[in-house]
Each structure stands twice: as structure tokens, then as C-alpha cells.
């Protein structure tokens, strides 16, 4: 099962969400069978590792934070299983890139995988304060950890 997560940038959210199903997935008996990638809409950051700010909250949930920002592009349709935005503009700005819907089927959005949170999507911490950036690292250990029981569930029926 390869999963892409997708934000803006992909030096916040998308990472975080990337770094966080690994570190969860690691603990899972279907760990193996699952891979992870991350990407942005934007391609202003591409190359950068994630956000110190990210990085910092992150490693207070003992998440360490790997990775280079890319862009998403066509081709991530095919390669990926599952696309899973972080906000409603990143879904709308994914499916623009599909105009004849062929691939809407394997694109969510990661809060609708959380469990503790009423959320409908991961807010931008970019612009705000530490807090903003710990919401997020909380909100996606839930919405990664609900990800990863469906997966765990759909994986005990095809056995
Ligand atoms: P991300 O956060 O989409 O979670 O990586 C952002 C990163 C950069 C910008 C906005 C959001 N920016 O405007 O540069």
C-alpha cells in the first residue's frame, strides 16, 4: 500500500503526516506492507527539508522528521494507492490535475481518518506560533493512527 500525503509546501503538514504513519506503521504487523511519501502542491520549497518549527514539535511527540520537499505532479496518480490531502484546497487543486475523475477514487482527506478530533482539515501553521504547529502534530497522530487501523482492518479480510 503506497501512500502520498499532500499539503502546500510539503515542509509542514504533508511531512509531518509522512513521518508520523512511519513512526506508527513500525509498530504495526501490516508496517511492512506500507510506504510513505509526501508531496506539495506549490513547488516553492521544493528541495527544503521540513520546518524547524515542524521539526521542533515533532520531536517533542519523539517523531524525527526525514525528508525533501517535491512537488506533486500527474504521475503521483498512478504511483500512489491512497493521495491524502491535508485541506480542502489541496484536494480541489489535486483533482484539477485529473479532469476526467479517473483517479478521484484514491484521493481523501486525512481528517476524515481522525477519531479524537472534529476537524474537517489540518490547518496551515505557517503564519502562526508554536501551538499551531503541535495541533498539527496531534491531529495527525490521531488521523494517521484511524488511517492505519482501516488499513489494518481491510488487510485481516484479505488474509
Ligand atoms: P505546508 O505549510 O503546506 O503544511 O507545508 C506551508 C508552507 C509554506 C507556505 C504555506 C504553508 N508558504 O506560504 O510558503
Redesign the pocket.
Known sequence: MKLLFV????????PSAENIMNHLAAKSAIGSQIECDSA?TAN??SGKSP?RRMQAAAAKQNIPMKGNARQFTKADFTAFDLILA?DLENYQNILALDPQGQYQDKVKLMCDFATQHPDKEVP???YGGAEGFEYVIDLLIDACGGLLSELESTASKNI
Open positions: 499539503c502546500l509546501g510539503n515542509i509542514c503538514r504533508s506539495g516553492y520549497h520546518d491535508m496551515d501553521p505557517y
